[in-house]
Structures are given as structure tokens and as C-alpha cells.
């Protein structure tokens, strides 16, 4: 096999002969592995890249730490052979318009390459064939730029290849067919300048193929990257579109104008909305499978911008409702508190939040777990949110003055056990949910307050009387939701005096005992270098005690509440955040961030 080393030097391909040669001289597979596996390959003809052929083989590295040896850490180990740039391919960072106009898919197909970015002076593309240089050179003096070459994955390359240039492809396309209907770009421009919608937009065709390929990409792209919601904006020019992942936005890719509009129209065609209204916010849902075959449901809406109409697509994952309380977040003592006031009969049970703390969550996961064949579970909801066969969902038409209130009087008379009202915003709701609870049915609310005791603040503010609370409620729990660290690359610390300070700060007065070691986000390619991946809750929960109901009065002193509440074993959540980092699950920062830890709670 040694003859293969000679080959370096000349323009070739990459053989398996090569690759296992130079695996085997550094000490990273052994001699008879590397010749079991050509004997294998000896009559099949070489159309799988080396480098996925000894990854499928799945071997651990004769050297410390003994990693398997995946296509991944294959494209590693080569790039620092040939002393080339190892590249993880982002689709979310790659400009698919910019890259794609480098080359044709044919020629970059042909040399196993894809461009990846795309600079002023320099162009950097990914290979999979460090020796082939030919193209190089026709490259750069086509486009007057430096080539920097990096080597990235096959398997990677192979995907993106195709992918981006088909992306491309349908939206040239798209703007083509749409520019042919009469001067279409001028025009959408001028629409965008002068009004926010016209009646109707017939020169881009909504089902035309091509627009239909881009919502397809767009949403395969959003499940795969765990986005919770996609945006696509409208700008004066160019269209953009962003997806929200671990709550924080995304920018992916720019669209000429008269594609992000043909995209819009097409996504409320199929979220049965009302195409030619441009003028006024609409809601509708569409309801759509992975890859995997699994359902996920798409919440829309739409808002008149000064450039047009701006589309939001919330995605629900039907798994959430599977998950227990644990993946959520709750501590033993939290679910065990949970549980005792959930489990009731009859009372009122409310969460409390800011928006997208993961309230609806919350309450659908314990609503799922109530929804037994016993119980008739119903829900007032604006919108619902999630589609669940286990619960009978109504949605608040305003319209028809089918408000939360009349909402709950209605449900009361279809024999409930267990009503949710999807928030208590005004006195008449929080009326009809306390006469729920009165007369025998376990109501669960949301409002939006900083913590939980001051949810009893807000519905005495409201206007409900102080003894048909303490007759009705039960518990509240105030939530919020913080980043996790990326199990891949978080790195633990002994706590500088800064992060001690904090700490101090954040668990007092219950003086509770430093970690030795506390975890930071430091990013790797499997968090695409945000340190973070997925989110998990902070909760505090409060249980109506009658020591706690005897200070409930129109005159409510607050202070005194949450005394009360934390020597009947309350966690606030700055102190639930603390025990989230000590667990090396989160971050000081990210705890700081939405529990700050002020002396009053926040007041």
C-alpha cells in the first residue's frame, strides 16, 4: 500500500487505497483492519467517497481517547493531513444565491466541490478532493477573486450540492415566470413603496412548482434545525427569512421580492386564509409531516408591514405533549407540588409567565396526562394552539362576541371536569372561571404577571373579590425558560469572583453552598457556536395554604405573601435557576437574564 503515498503529489482522486495508507502510517487503524476491508472492496467499483466507506465501518481510533471513527472525524483527521481548513457545513450561514452563481452544480458535481462562501477578494470552497486543483485556477481567473480551498464532509457536500442549487434553480425560476406576466419587479416594487397591498397579486402564481419547492425546502429546513418559529419579512428590496432557534433569531436566506410574495400567498392558500386580504392581520394553521412521517402543526400569521405583508409561522411539536414533567424541567419537589393541586377535583390552577415562557406547554403537557377516558376535558382557547384529539378545543371568535368569557359559560353546559381558558384578561373571564371552579370543575388559566405571588394582585386588580379567591384557588406557578448548554462542548470552571458575586446574589438569603465548578458555553459545530441547544423551565410554584388565604384581602400585602409562601417551601425562581447551574444544565448568565436577583423578587 506504500506506492499509495507517491500519488500525493500528482493531480488525482482519492482512493481507498490511499486513504487506509495514510490511516494506517498514523497509527489510527490497524494494518489488518485496513486490508480486511480492501479485500472486501476489490471487485466493487469506487463510486462511495473513501472516507464514508472506513466511516460506515464505524472503527474506534488506535489512539487516545479512542473515538469511533465517523465520516466526521475522518474529514478532520484528513484536513489536517493535507494541511487544508477542516469546514462544517451551516446551511443557515451560506448566502445559497452567492455561492450558487460561482459555478454550475455540473461542474462542481464533477469535481466534488461546493462553494461556501463568498467575500469581496476571496471565494471559500469546500472540497472533497484535496489532490484536485485543476478547477482552481479556471475559477479564480473566472472571477477575479483568491480560492481558498477547506475540506468538508462527502456526505455533506453531496447533500448541500444538490440542495442549494436546486434552491437556486426554483427561485430563479420563480422570479422568471413571475417577471413574464408584465414588468413584474418594478411594479412589486412600486407596491411596496407606495401601499402595503393591492387587491390582488395575480402576476405571481402562488401553486406555480417552483414556489410550491421553496415552502417545501423552507419547511424541511425549519424541522431540521429545530426552529420554534419562522419569519419571512418583507424589505424594500429583498425579502428575508429568519428562524427562531432556542430563542434567538436566525437570519437565513434573502429572497427577491416577488418570491417572498408568491411564498406568502401559497402558505395562506394552504393555511386556508384569505389570499387577496393584504390589508389586515389574519390567523389560520396548516398541518404538515417530517421527514420522519411524523405530524407537526404550523400556528400563521400575518401582519400589513410599510413593504408588504409579514408572515410568522409558529411550530408546534406534537412531541412536546408526550414529554413528562421532568424533560421540562421540574424538579422532584416541583412535580410533586404540581401534581398535589392538579390533581384536585375542583379549583382554579393558573400559570404565569411573559410570552413564550412555555405556559402553553406546561398546561397542555398536564392536561394531556388529566385527559383520562373518565374525564372530559375541554378548552377555550385564542387561538389553540395545538391540535389535540384528547381534548375538546374551542377557538374565541371576537366576531361573533364568542369571547374567553362566554367561552367558559358555554363550556360549563357541555358537562366538563376540567376546563382550560387559554388566559383570564378581564374581570368578566376571571368571573366565570371562579363560578367553574364554585360549582365542581378543575379550571387552568394563564396570566401574565412577574411571579407567582403577584398573580393574586392581578386578580384582585382585575376585580375579584378576595373570598371567592381564597374559596377557589389552588396554586399558581410562575414560569420562564432558559437555554441548555450543548452537552458537545460545555466546559466546567471553578467560579471566578465575578460568577461567585453572582451566585451570592442570586440563592440569598438561602445561603446556599457554591458549586466548586460551574459550566459556560463555549459553541461547537453541533450548536453551530451559540454554546446552547434546546431550552428547559425555571418554576416557582406557590400552594394556597390557609395560613396564605388569611392575608388575602382587597388590601393584599405582597411582601407578606411571598414570606409566607417561601416557609411553606416555595422555590423562587432565581433559586430554581441556581439549582439549573449547579447541575451544569444552564447557565449564571442565562439565569440572570429572565430571573434577575433583585432583593424584592423583581418589585
Known sequence: MHAATAQTAR???????????????????????????????????????PLLLVGRQKWP????????????????????????????????????????AVMSSAYATRFGVLPVQVGLREVVVATTQPFLREWEKEVAGILKKEIRRVVANPADVARYLVEFYNLARSVKNAVQSSGGHGGGSSLSSFEQLVEIGQASNRQYDANDRHIINIVDWLWQYAFEQRASDIHIEPRRDMGVVRFRIDGVLHQVYQMPMPVLVAMTSRIKILGRMDVVEKRRPQDGRVKTRVASGKEVELRLATLPTAFGEKLVMRIFDPEVLVRNMVELGF????????????????????????????????????????????????????PIEMVEPAFNQMQVHQAIDLGFAEGVRALMRQDPDIIMVGEIRDLQTAEMAIQAALTGHLVLSTLHTNDAPSAITRMLDLGAPAYLLNATLLGIMAQRLVRVLCPHCKAAHPPTPEEEAIWDHLVAPWKVA?????????????????????????YEILLMSPEIRKVVSADLDLARVRELAIREGMRPLRLSGAAKVAAGITTLEEVVKVAPPADDEGH
Open 11 to 49: 493531480e488525482h482522486r482519492l482512493t481507498l487505497v490511499e486513504v487506509l495508507d495514510m490511516l494506517v502510517g498514523d497509527g489510527l487503524v490497524a494494518q489488518m483492519d485496513a486490508e480486511a476491508l480492501l479485500a472486501s472492496q476489490a471487485r466493487k467499483p469506487e463510486d462511495i467517497h
Open 61 to 100: 481510533s488506535k489512539l487516545p481517547p479512542n473515538r469511533p471513527l465517523g465520516a466526521e472525524e475522518l474529514t478532520e483527521w484528513l484536513a489536517g493531513r493535507v494541511k487544508l481548513d477542516y469546514y462544517r457545513i451551516d446551511p443557515l450561514k451560506i448566502d445559497f444565491a452567492a455561492v450558487t
Open 331 to 382: 424538579s422532584e419537589q416541583d412535580e410533586a407540588r404540581w401534581k398535589s393541586i392538579s390533581g384536585r377535583p375542583n379549583g382554579i390552577i393558573l400559570v404565569t409567565g411573559p410570552t413564550g415562557s412555555g405556559k402553553t406547554t406546561t398546561l397542555y403537557s398536564t392536561l394531556k396526562q388529566l385527559a383520562t377516558p373518565e374525564v372530559n376535558v375541554c378548552t377555550i382557547e385564542d
Open 514 to 538: 457554591r458549586p466548586p465548578r460551574i459550566h459556560r458555553a463555549v459553541g461547537c459545530m453541533e450548536c453551530r457556536m451559540t454554546g446552547f441547544m434546546g431550552r428547559i423551565g425555571l
